[in-house]
């Protein structure tokens, strides 16, 4: 931690400051230059909260040094993590290929997806059962009774399932079918909802949010990270951007970023980050390309009909086309896609 | 509704659209022009999604003409609502004067901050019992134990009291104490909450997102309103900017804006939206010169003690100051600030 | 400045960078942390550029403690200034008031929107003759024809004028027309122009460019005040924004960043912040609450006709009510509008 | 076109309107809604500004139909353009190579770095004479010197240059010495020097400005299209974002959505958008997965004594080991990197 000082401290400020430095445990490293002062604070960094010093007279910056978070960081655990999910890996050279509709909406339609999706590339199947919609008055899913069509069919195909989880009071129903729990965009900071998914030991899911710094990001996986569960994927899915032609910013770059500073994976999602089908496609090449362990992307076999999200999905044939093309980059760069069990589907496979 | 078609969409895929269209009992007026081809949907808007039809072949873009909130808008109740908290008035002329320390910390604490901002000209009193925290490792309130103290402290002084929830969970518990119950930015689009508190009857205090659009805003809203709640005050706190020397980027032209897309009352957040005690009083100014309803500010006695976010709270005579040419500008502007009850304490006032 | 190293950066490499701060004539003061290792540096800091430090091995950061720009801050003339264009003072308590059409279109229409402008409380009159437009097919301006006749019209009605300059080549012949000379957002790092306007001594209206930091706008005056000119006004006028609904965001927290930071005057445009009428008067108000030393707004007296920007102008009758409502809000602030020289035309004040 | 009217516009103001648009020679075709009122523009759009029609009572929006862009939209011209750039291709399956330092400092660095450069892969050198800074007081270029050095270096070794221009009064100078003009990120609106640029036949590399959206970058191309060079690569470099720890924000999805509205070839420069050198090849691969014609970056053979931005280059071994990668992944897509000449240079290729 480094603390500067105004141009104008008083002696009686910068000593003030020195002493609760030194109250807490600290040194305080003083430096006079020629226009400013500055202390440098040596010890442990997690006895101090900036906060406690950005507000004491005198003092201009207060700037920290280390991470604040921990558990997540890489220099708490260098070896990249790789999480299993119903046995499928991400991470550390696995490549997890989510995909499936936005919205679960019966059986057959989910079948027919899945099946096309496994014989596409995809080794995990996702799906909304609780949808977070903009508008009270849209579609909100199909609640207990998506969760157990999409079990169902995630067995049928030999597929481990993701689906999101909206309610801290659902999170033991969803623990409950699931292979693997998202925390959408708009609960990245949902520190209940965090906390309560770190109480499962099930993977987790975290989407980045749309004004979320990847600092930002990383904090919300220590929430999980320290309540015990180390199973945490991150997913970039777009920011908040100021052209509107795309309906995000994808920002592929924050891949390279977080493995710089975590050792946990992080996918992309090019279905959200652009919600165009014509860009789906050159940002998940994309997105692999810059290193990420994994593509999530919406598959749809009539996205016209979609209850929630058609224009954001794939047809069947055009996934194929692009996890064909990704299964090409990612062994370009060392990597594999890991294996899901035989289906048990005779049609797929 | 207007239904763009790309500059090579056939006979076929324009007549498919016109049946989807008159097959939801709208009209479809189509106008061919030179280079392009559109259709203009008549009828009840609601029965429309866009999406459906932004994944149809040819469609090349789906513009809507009508807001997707209705109860919200100002079309559907032209005149500006006028909001009561415990018998203050927020709206339609009137000006809430929000003040108070960011977490509880303690009764002793407390009571001196609300007798120095009532002093002031604070009508409302604030205090955090359970707080967002970006990290798990921060304090994160007093709980219940907070939200006692804040109500003995606020009957004391005869304001009426305003605290976050953010567990659907503890919505009840908190509706016991409190007279308005607030939604922090981070939870603006959790829709789980907005239900929650939308079947409550207390006046919500719903504050902007940091990545959210003044139409994202009013949809937050309508989910509370949706439930049958019509007692919602919108705050704009700033949003997320390129330059970070303040905290956040304050929007105020969020106040007009809002104020002409609906009825409900706005007010300002200068200490979130900035951060900076240097910047909060000529933002709080800005923000009722713009003809904001209200003005919610942080105030602490000894903000290098304060237990979370210090360096954005005013002092109790930082805030007498600028509360004084608060009631200037708003006086200036036809506006008055609503009384508060007679204090029952003998050193205020 | 403050060097950062990486926490593996070996006693060599911190070496190497101690003997090159040493070099420049610098002290470095060096505080090894339990994690991290930092060296303070001590001296002249304008010795001393950061990126050279950057690309060392075993640097992770390079903090800037000064201000890279000198001549623009309050450090070095803690009075802010006071600029006057052809009598009209601006600054230190004075309010601009910049008003005129977006282009110049013909001398009578000019006449009739100054003659309304002054009588209605403007002291400094606008008007384009070279239009920066993003379309090359958009009218471009009328030139030299425009400049004559706006400096004719403000003559007869006693007020001094301001016109934007494009093109380095012409600054001497804008010079020679106007009392103040205007660079445009999009001209904002354009420092080969800069820097001519730097060489004259006409006020300069600097305007902030959309992505521009409060450092960055410092910077670019920087480049005409280390020219020799030391008469530049900044404005504000919105940045870049993810919310379409305006035509910009009005960052109106600029005004007291720019007056912390720099001496020199602030004032805000909320023409092009908004580009809307029903948002202009709220956010001119906005900015003068907030303590901006002017407001700069488009007046036509026929919107529907005007060669540009026709939406974001006021009628005369709309700039006469908000210009009434600043004066009292400025008034109420302790400044005041500076008086224009009598008007030689017999119709206005 | 398409004209949205207020919800309580009247019948006179929608006959004015219909009035006005049939005075230009369209038709206007009126569609009265339930709730709304439009009217579908039809002809020649060429022959309407939609800023007329905003300012008029009545209307509530104006939304464009067709690209304001004309010559540089896909529509005009349906086949993907090729760039010869003295000799080398750039688009419709040829990658661009462009490397070299940010700054010309010597020929004998100059001459040491292009060697490796083209070692390593790259076919087109870079180096900058005339440098936009943004501090005054930083290191401004060589000049003319430089150029003589570029052009020198670039015979040398068989490469075309390319070099910025940033004043109009040197762009016949610039002309003379290289085979490409490159306009810098903060002059893609300087509309005086794209016109300038717009008289050469030169080939121009345009940036992107970093709050440019795709269409605003497509406009100032049509300003070099419009004054009759056809020979536009535009740059996608980075945009403003919100999380300072990279420089810029990489917008990948900026290569295939411009690659959709128009034929010209589009490459990305990941030393710019990220600035620093751990994020450089993610960011290069991800833009040639994405579809990118081609990739500039930065090359410097000691980025600490580099005169400018050395932080944001790579080592020529770092350059090499990326350039390979590029090569696999255009290959992949079915692309190839366009040959250069033979060296003249005996210790190169």
Redo the contacts between chains.
Sequence with gaps: M?I?FK?GATDEQIDHVIKRVEALGLQA?L??????T?I???????LF?P???????GVADV?R??P??KLASR?AHPQSSVIEVGGVKIGGGYIGMIAGPCAIESAERLDAIAGAARAAGANILRGGAFK???????YQGMGEEGLKILREIGDKHGMPIVTEV????RVELVERYTDMIQIGA??M????LL?EVGNTNKPVLLKR???A????LL??A??IL??GNPNVVLCERG????????RN?????A???VQ?LSHLPIIVDPSH??GRP??IP??A???????ADGVHIEVHNC????M????Q?LLPEQYAEVAG?IK??AE??GKKISNVAPSKAGTSA
Excluded at 31 to 36: I, L, V
Excluded at 303 to 306: R, T
Aim: aromatic share 8%; proline share 7%; net charge negative.
């Design positions: 480094i500067i141009s490293h430096s006079r230059g020629t226009f400013r500055l440098g604070v040596i010890g442990d960094e997690s909260q906060e406690h010093f950005q507000a004491v007279p700037i040094v280390l604040s978070y220099e977070p919609r903009t508008s009270p008055y849209s909206m309610d801290p009071r708009r609960n900071q949902n520190f209940v906390t949010g749309m004004s710094t990847i600092v930002d904090m919300s220590e929430y320290a309540r920011i908040k951007g100021f052209d509107t032609q795309a910013l994808f920002d592929v770059a891949v390279p970023q710089g980050a652009t014509d860009l050159p940002c090449l994309a997105g692999v390309a810059a290193g996205p016209e009909e979609a929630s999200d058609g224009p999905a093309q090409k980059v370009l760069l």
